[in-house]
């Protein structure tokens, strides 16, 4: 069955670095194109980035444009998201999600920047 | 990017009775091969969001069959038949036509009277 997994999130201080990883498995993880969301209370679900099965289209809210990079490892059937220059106003669980449509989603990890 | 406005932000209902939730886009969302990729999930408290409804009426495995989807171009709604318990949660459409970025609703907040 699909499984996606996340790790990597922490407390961190603003300014510092994280990198979230999303190790999936059941599935062909090259034929899909995967997604980062994330939920905070105040905003509910945000679309953060988005990466195609091949990588070659890319795409980012404008919140986290120039801060946040998305890639994908298809030899280890894992996607990444390291964000730099991290707010407070990042703090929220990060989900990965498959698909555009995103059919299947990850537990969260969760990122506190304080 | 593509614009979904959901609404009622929050539904309050009575257990059993029927809830109903409307989402708009501001294109249509009729993709180039007849599909309209328009989604719904369920988000509960402390749990992972779970998808619904894709391809606006085709319910994912295991959704209980209270729960369907209807709709065309830039107008949906889902609708439970019965609410129980158990549906209380804050539900979201989004769209996966014009992609990327798949676009989140704002989500309605679905409670109990």
């Known amino acids: 069955q699909v499984q996606l997994v996340e790790s990597g999130g922490g407390v961190v201080q603003p300014g510092e670095s994280l990198r979230l990883s999303c190790a999936a498995s059941?599935?062909?993880?090259?034929?899909?194109?995967m997604q980062w969301v994330r939920q905070t209370p105040g905003k509910g679900l945000e679309r953060v980035a988005a990466?195609?099965?091949?990588?070659?289209?890319?795409h980012y809210a404008d919140s986290v444009k120039g801060r946040f990079t998305i890639s994908r490892d298809n030899s280890k059937n894992t996607l990444h998201l390291q964000m730099n220059s991290l707010r407070p106003d990042d703090t929220a669980l990060y989900f990965c999600?498959?698909?555009?449509?995103?059919?299947?989603w990850g537990q969260g990890t969760l990122v506190t920047v304080s | 990017d593509v614009v979904m406005t959901q609404y009622p932000l929050s539904l309050p209902v009575t257990l059993g009775q029927p809830a109903s939730i409307s989402c708009r886009s501001n294109q249509s969302l009729v993709y180039s091969d007849g599909n309209t990729y328009l989604n719904w999930f369920q988000l509960r408290p402390g749990q992972t969001p779970r998808r619904l409804i894709s391809k606006v009426s085709n319910r994912d495995s295991g959704v209980p069959d209270r729960f369907s989807g209807s709709g065309s171009g830039t107008d949906f709604t889902l609708k439970i038949s019965r609410v129980e318990a158990e549906d209380v949660a804050i539900y979201y459409c989004t769209q996966g036509t014009h992609w990327p970025p798949g676009t989140f609703g704002q989500g309605t907040m679905l409670g109990i009277k």
């Open positions: 999600a498959r698909d555009s449509n995103f059919d299947f």
């Open positions: 059941g599935y062909i993880f090259e034929n899909y194109a």
């Open positions: 990466i195609s099965y091949d990588e070659n289209t890319i």
